[in-house]
């Protein structure tokens, strides 16, 4: 920089910029003389409008109203410059300056009232003004400038070109003219030298503070990027486990594999920022990592495609899933394994992580970045972990499925071939499940179920429409119903929500005629068992024979709900069969006598059978 373009400081010590310091405070010394002009153009102007006034009323009454006008212009123009801060420091220390040089100019003539005769005051004003202002060669040349000024009056004035003040006489010896400019130059030269020593031991002190306080402010912006970068890095860990936990919460509680994959994909997507975010198994075969979850639009575009890696060959993808190491690709473009998806263009670094259960690798958590450099090796860690826990829940919800599978296939054989009806029915009575064998006996009027209302199927009045209204109730309801003249034993479950509503009622029927046509006959067994053992018990009690035999046949007769009978004996010759005991209408054929094969008994007695 030119040292006439800015404050000396500038000029002679430059600052020291660091590539984090911030711009230079309003404490730098280029600020201070800024403020050290606008003290002096403040003093200057107070004292000079005092001037200015006072060389007015002597101007007025020497009869020269044009000097009035000079004063005005040069205070409106020293106003001007006191008060312009936009304008550069230059241009407003250098109207200054060339102000007083020309007020020294003038008030070395009697024709500037007010002022002449005080130019030797002025020009020393003015050259060390400039090197204070400006600098010490400033100065100097300021100073030069003055006394050849003085010593070209002088000159004049002892040529007498021109009459010198009237103060200073009107000698024409240019001995006595050249005094003043020497005297100018010895006292200027005196007191320019320790000024500008001063100002540039200030300067140089003014200077390394200033490289200290900068060299201070880059150290603890440095600190400051320091402290911001733990403090991210720290923020991104802390957000890592979270994700961590949540994925271990949700792989803990999901039964759905589909469902699981999408949560984490999107969960690790949506807290760390990534561009996308896809999970990978490894189909039966183990030839191919398959896409099963992706988030965003270019992952369902992916997967409705069905995207799939070759294991071993393509992508890094193929590679984690062949070798069972995590990879990551800094920068995709100078990886040679990275696979350049079209649907991802902005892809820039990758990171990919198996899926291990025991030594077997099942797929892999792939994540990209718009950002070149996006992972490192504690990523690696804490996503290894998440990656863990997902294959583990993966492994785990398969084999569920699995199992579930099997119980769906046995439940299903169980309904299929036992004689029995399972109906879900809705709050509104619509039938929104309809199996079991024993459906047959319903579809006999009624093919096809579901969708079908409850009273449509069973009527208004049916004893089952009556107990679905109570189970709806949330009583739980079992009874005995007829259909098609089978016998069902019936039970309603209500099954309530969270809010205590009854969502759905399931009924189960049991085909129970086959078994309810045994309790009868094993009823009626047992009260003919009953009945013989109290006839042994009152026949061991008599002695008389009709008497005895009067009990038998009653009894015989209760057993088949009848009040008659009879009961013949053979004579001891056998030639007849006499009747010994009748009740009811048999009682008046008492003594009848018959012969073989005469009526029912004499048939039984003959051919010795029923």
Not at 25 to 35: K, L, Q, T, V
Not at 256 to 266: F, H, I, P, R, Y
Not at 368 to 373: I, K, Y
Request: hydrophobic share 45%; glycine share 8%; aromatic share 8%.
């Amino acid at each position: 920089m030119s040292e006439m373009s800015t404050p000396p400081s500038t000029a002679s010590h430059e600052v020291p910029r660091h590539s984090h310091a911030a711009p230079m405070p309003a404490g730098s010394i280029a600020d201070w003389y800024e403020r050290l002009l606008d003290a002096i153009l403040r003093v200057a102007l107070v004292l000079g409008s005092g001037l200015a006034g006072v060389g007015s009323v002597v101007a007025w009454r020497a009869g020269e109203p044009r000097q009035i006008f000079f004063y005005f212009l040069v205070i409106s123009l020293l106003t001007l410059i006191t008060f312009s801060h936009e304008v550069e420091y230059f241009i407003r220390a250098g109207v200054f300056l060339l102000f007083l040089y020309i007020l020294g100019l003038l008030s070395q003539t009697r024709y500037f009232i007010g002022f002449e005769g005080n130019g030797e005051l002025v020009f020393m004003t003015f050259s060390v003004l400039s090197a204070v202002l400006l600098g010490r060669k400033v100065g100097f040349m300021a100073l030069i400038l003055s006394v050849g000024t003085m010593f070209i009056f002088a000159l004049l004035y002892a040529g007498g070109l021109i009459p010198p003040p009237h103060h200073l006489g009107s000698s024409t010896s240019l001995v006595e003219w050249v005094d003043e400019p020497l005297q100018l130059f010895v006292f200027g030269t005196g007191t320019i030298v320790p000024i500008s020593y001063l100002l540039e031991s200030f300067r140089a002190a003014f200077m390394e503070s200033e490289r200290a306080r900068v060299e201070l402010e880059a150290h603890r912006q440095r600190l400051h990027h320091m402290v911001e970068e733990r403090t991210a890095h720290l923020e991104r860990r802390t957000r890592e486990l979270q994700v961590a936990a949540e994925v271990a919460r949700d792989a803990a509680l999901a039964t759905n594999l589909d469902d699981l994959l999408n949560q984490a994909v999107n969960l690790i997507r949506d807290q760390f920022g990534f561009y996308h975010a896809g999970l990978f198994l490894v189909d039966e075969h183990g030839e191919y990592a398959v896409l099963r979850a992706a988030t965003g639009g270019s992952g369902q575009k992916m997967l409705a495609e069905h995207h799939k890696l070759k294991v071993g060959e393509v992508g890094i993808v193929g590679y984690v899933t062949a070798t069972g190491e995590s990879r990551i690709a800094l920068d995709v473009g100078t990886d040679a394994a990275h696979f350049k998806n079209p649907l991802l263009p902005r892809t820039r670094s990758e990171l990919a992580l198996p899926l291990r259960v025991g030594d077997r690798v099942i797929g892999a958590l792939d994540v990209q970045s718009e950002r070149p450099e996006a992972f490192d090796d504690d990523d690696v860690a804490i996503f290894q972990v998440m990656a863990d826990q997902l294959a583990v829940a993966i492994e785990r919800t398969r084999l569920f499925e699995q199992v579930r599978a099997t119980l769906e296939r046995r439940l299903e054989s169980v309904i299929s071939n036992t004689p029995i009806v399972l109906l879900a029915v809705e709050p509104d009575g619509t039938i929104s499940l309809a199996r079991g064998k024993a459906l047959a006996r319903l579809r006999h009027q009624h093919p096809h179920l579901v969708g079908r209302s409850v009273k449509e199927i069973f009527g208004e009045t049916h004893a089952f429409t009556s107990a679905f209204r109570r189970a709806l109730a949330g009583v739980h309801v079992g009874t005995l119903m007829e259909f098609s003249g089978r016998l069902f034993e019936w039970s309603l479950t209500p099954l309530v929500d969270e809010d205590h509503t009854v969502s759905q009622v399931l009924a189960v029927a049991m085909d129970v005629t086959e078994l309810k046509k045994a309790e009868v006959a094993l009823h009626q067994r047992n009260q003919l068992l009953t009945a013989l053992h109290q006839t042994a018990l009152e026949i061991m009690g008599h002695l008389e024979m009709e008497e005895l035999l009067r009990l038998i046949v009653t009894r015989a007769a209760g057993l088949v709900d009848s009040v008659h009978g009879y009961v013949t004996l053979m004579e001891p010759d056998g030639s007849a069969l006499v009747t010994r005991v009748g009740i009811g209408l048999f009682a008046t054929r008492i003594g009848d006598r018959l012969k073989p094969g005469q009526g029912v008994a004499g048939r039984v007695w003959q051919n010795a059978r029923l």
